[in-house]
């Protein structure tokens, strides 16, 4: 297992960061406009930097120096703290500023490696500028024009060059729980309930990325190894985390991880940010289980509400289980490892040959498959080729898109009838004879 590597865009305000954000993802994420101080919350993205090379792209608000009563600079500093390369960008055509060197001061400080972003390439004033800002002393500097993506290749190579290896991790056999979930969800005081109790172990183990240490925390059945925790106590004190950040933060985790225990506040519901952690789950494609915290603090209104919003939950994460749990005051926590124990199950599964083909022939059986290039589709045959989580290939005589309604219908049967909650469940559909 490893961990995706996190570039942060960085500079003052206005100078271009949210254009430039967008023409690395390849697509309009991040709000653009002239007035300074549009982006506020950090917004995240993955993006394929120079030879396939993946990372998580942050867009960042403008750091101004000096007095920060929004709170601003420190969103900004979160997410460079959070990232592993940062991307400095300044305005060509305005020069070298002493805004420009005050920022990169209060920045260098962290020791990130960096890549200077020279914008406004298509102007003869950037171009006369270009010269002045290896002042700053950052090593590659690259021009471009993030409006008209001039000198794009050369930054994505000038990036990809500087990220980190990705260091596969050696998976020891105890399985791998990240606890996951908005910021002051309550997180921490889980975990600290967890490896509280009298029967629980806890000593330190080291990771390889980003230097994370993980928990051994040993039960009378299982010995269980939780992500990052050190990371986890750290960040549930910045309350002012906003929640685009609060996914970067999960995401490393949840790679890193076999299973995710995503918590949820009763009190709010099923929020955006939840959905979009738990959709993080899904596309990293790994268990979940989901924890509903201080179920004891809800009245029936709000108890009403959580229900009316679970659904959407519900369909993300394919009826996960769900434990409703106090951290504060234990209720329920008991509950939590037998439902990890049961996901992890589903998420090992494995299949005999025959018994899979019994179940993709009784499910065509059951529900036709539509025409694809004007004839019928057909299975000829399928086979398991992993588990967690587990991932079938089908042989026919076409393939099936990714968002193909009857692809989606297949995923549907087999979940249901192996009562996979909370488990992705992959489909590799190939044309009978392809080698690839």
Known sequence: MSVTPTVAIVGRPNVGKS?????????????????????????????????????????????????????????????????????????????????????????????????????????????????????????????????????????????????????????????????????????????????????????????????????????????YLLIDTAGIRRRSRVAEAPEELAIMMARRQVERADLALLVIDAEAGVTTGDLAIAGTIWELGRAAVVLVNKWDLIDPAKREKLEESWPRLDEVLNNPRRVNVSALSARGVGKIFPAVEETLVSFNTRLGTSAINRLFEESVRRHHPPAVRGKPWKLYYATQVGTGPPTFMLFANHPLTRGSSYRRYLQNRVTRELDLKGVPVRLVVRKKGDRE
């Open 19 to 223: 254009t430039l954000f967008n023409r690395l993802l390849g697509r309009r994420k991040a709000i653009v406009h002239d007035q300074p101080g549009v982006t506020r919350d950090r917004v995240t993205g993955l993006a394929t930097l120079g030879d396939n090379r993946q990372a998580v792209l942050v867009d960042t608000g403008g750091l101004v120096p000096g007095d920060d009563p929004l709170g601003l600079n420190q969103q900004v500093l979160l997410a460079v703290e959070e990232s592993d390369l940062l991307v400095f960008m300044v305005d060509g055509k305005e020069g070298l500023l002493p805004a420009d060197s005050q920022v990169w001061e209060e920045l260098r400080r962290y020791g990130k490696p960096a890549v200077l972003a020279v914008n406004k390439s298509d102007t003869h004033a950037a171009k006369d500028s270009f010269a002045e800002f290896y002042g700053l002393g950052i090593d590659p500097q690259v021009l471009i024009s993030a409006e008209h993506g001039r000198g794009m290749e050369a930054l994505s190579e000038a990036l990809a060059e500087l990220l980190p290896e990705r260091v596969e991790e050696e998976v020891p056999e105890a399985p791998r729980l990240a606890i996951v979930g908005r910021p002051n969800v309550g997180k921490s005081s889980l975990l600290n309930r967890l490896v509280g109790e009298p029967r629980a172990l806890v000593s330190p183990e080291a990771g390889t990325t980003r230097d994370p240490v993980d928990s051994v925390l040993e039960r009378e059945e299982r010995t």
